[in-house]
């Protein structure tokens, strides 16, 4: 079983910019693809990016392309989030997941281990 702990969330303005790290133990994560997902009040948790183990195939949600970056280094079993140009829209608790396989697939029933979140507030 992977362990995941995310950090880097925060209050920021519009426009600003965010980094979440997601850092790994336990089971080796190297084989795993991961993900990023969030959650804002009230509404259902939704998809944000996924990587591949190799780092080769990346998956993002239409809403934050061009913003976002998953990123992730292996030998330091982290993944991160970069989150440029920020809006109230993405507010919300972001999580890390660990898939059961190699593909960075959007379904979340894929993903077996997740982290406790870490929550981003945009302000207008």
């Known amino acids: 079983q992977v362990q995941l702990v995310e950090s880097g969330g925060g209050l920021v303005q519009a426009g600003g910019s965010l980094r979440l790290s997601c850092v790994a133990s336990g089971r080796t994560f190297s084989s795993k693809a991961m993900g990023w997902f969030r959650q804002a009040p009230g509404k259902e948790r939704e998809f944000v990016a996924a990587?591949?183990?190799?780092?080769?195939?990346?998956n993002y949600r239409d809403s934050v392309k061009g913003r976002f970056t998953i990123s992730r280094d292996n030998a330091k079993n982290m993944v991160y989030l970069q989150m440029n140009s920020l809006n109230p829209g993405d507010t919300a608790v972001y999580y890390c997941?660990?898939?059961?396989?190699?593909?960075?697939?959007?379904?979340?029933?894929?993903?077996?281990?997740w982290g406790q979140g870490t929550p981003v507030t945009v302000s207008s």
């Open positions: 997941a660990a898939s059961g396989g190699p593909v960075p697939t959007p379904r979340s029933d894929q993903y077996n281990a």
């Open positions: 990587i591949s183990w190799s780092g080769g195939n990346i």
